[in-house]
């Protein structure tokens, strides 16, 4: 599924254990191997806890990319500009819930041109959707 996903959008749709993370490292690795500098992978969760999972398998998998942990713990619905240029910056990976990306995003602090990639965890019908239904 790692080599389908560097030619196309997929989505991985397989059992908890089954491999899904190891996928989403692998395809952030490629993507930041040939991404622009600038450029981020974005790993969207819908739980902090989720996320801080997430972002330790990051951090033991690919210690050579820099990752950032953003939740509303940090008080990032108060950062400026210049707090976010800071946090891009200095990171590769940014891991947060999916409320994060979209404030980021409507207030104009990352620019969806500047995410390489974007991995959402955890189904649709989790909440009360099926894929069918997009």
Not at 92 to 110: E, K, N, P, Q, R
Request: aromatic share 8%; hydrophobic share 40%; proline share 2%.
């Amino acid at each position: 599924m790692h080599e389908e996903s560097l030619r196309r959008n997929i989505i991985v749709a397989i059992d908890t254990g089954g491999g899904k993370t190891r996928i989403a490292i692998a395809r952030a690795e490629a993507e930041l191997e040939m991404c622009l500098p600038g450029n981020h992978v974005w790993f969207l969760a819908p739980t902090v806890d989720l996320c801080q999972q997430q972002s330790d398998a990051f951090g033991k998998h690919l210690p050579q990319y820099k990752s950032a942990l953003l939740t509303g713990n940090d008080s990032v619905d108060k950062w400026n500009a210049i707090h976010w240029d800071a946090t891009l910056k200095n990171n590769h990976i940014i891991l947060s819930t999916y409320a994060i990306l979209y404030d980021a995003l409507c207030h104009g602090f990352v620019q969806i041109s500047n995410l390489a990639l974007i991995i959402f965890d955890e189904g649709l019908s989790r909440y009360g959707r099926s894929l069918s239904e997009f």
